[in-house]
Every structure is written in C-alpha cells, then in structure tokens.
C-alpha cells in the first residue's frame, strides 16, 4: 500500500507557471505507474499525465502536452508535474494517483491510490 500527499498548488497569473509534487510512503514507490488528474469545478475529474515505473515512459492528455512534463525520482518516492504556460481552464484540484496496472493507462479506474488533491488557480 502507498499513501500520496500532493504539494505545490497555489494561485498563478495565466501564462506562468507550477510544479506539483506528489511524495509516496513506503518502499515500493519505484513499482508503481503514477499519474496525475486533475478536476474541475462542475466537472468530471480528468487524466493529466502518467509515468511508467523507470520514468522512461510517459503520457500526456491533449490539453497538457507540449504544456506539462511529468517525471519522478525514485530515490526520494516524489513524482512531479512540471506546467508551464498556464491557462485559466487549468484551474482545478490536481490530484496524484498510483497504479500497480501495466501499460500506463489514463483511465481513472486502473488507478489504485489517490492523494487528497492541490488546487491551483490560474487567473486571468
């Protein structure tokens, strides 16, 4: 079992950016894909990006490639969410989840631990 408490969300003028951690409990981080979703007021919470064991593959949803880069070390059980370029329909609770489910997958239920969620809000 793994317990993931995110870090890092905040308050950000559009075009600026944030980098998300998310640190993991116990030793088996390194066995884990983890990924990142995140949700909106009003909306159903989405796939952001994922990252595979090594770190050496990873994906991303439409709206962050190209924005976003994920990454982890697994020496300090962290993994990270790198968003530049902010926009104003970024803003929602970005939550980190870790998923013992291969290949790396955005779907939300292949997921099996979840952190309680950083809000960040891009203004305008």
């Known amino acids: 079992q793994v317990q993931l408490v995110e870090s890092g969300g905040g308050l950000v003028q559009a075009g600026g950016s944030l980098r998300l951690s998310c640190a993991a409990s116990?030793?088996?981080?390194?066995?884990?894909?983890m990924g990142w979703f995140r949700q909106a007021p009003g909306k159903e919470r989405e796939f952001v990006a994922a990252?595979?064991?090594?770190?050496?593959?990873?994906y991303y949803s439409d709206s962050a490639r190209g924005r976003f880069t994920i990454s982890r070390d697994n020496a300090k059980n962290t993994v990270y969410l790198q968003m530049n370029s902010l926009k104003p329909e970024d803003t929602a609770v970005y939550y980190c989840?870790?998923?013992?489910?291969?290949?790396?997958?955005?779907?939300?239920?292949?997921?099996?631990?979840w952190g309680q969620g950083t809000q960040v809000t891009v203004s305008s």
């Open positions: 990252i595979s064991w090594s770190g050496g593959t990873t």
């Open positions: 989840a870790a998923s013992t489910t291969i290949p790396i997958s955005p779907k939300e239920h292949e997921y099996d631990y």
């Open positions: 116990g030793r088996t981080f390194k066995r884990y894909i």
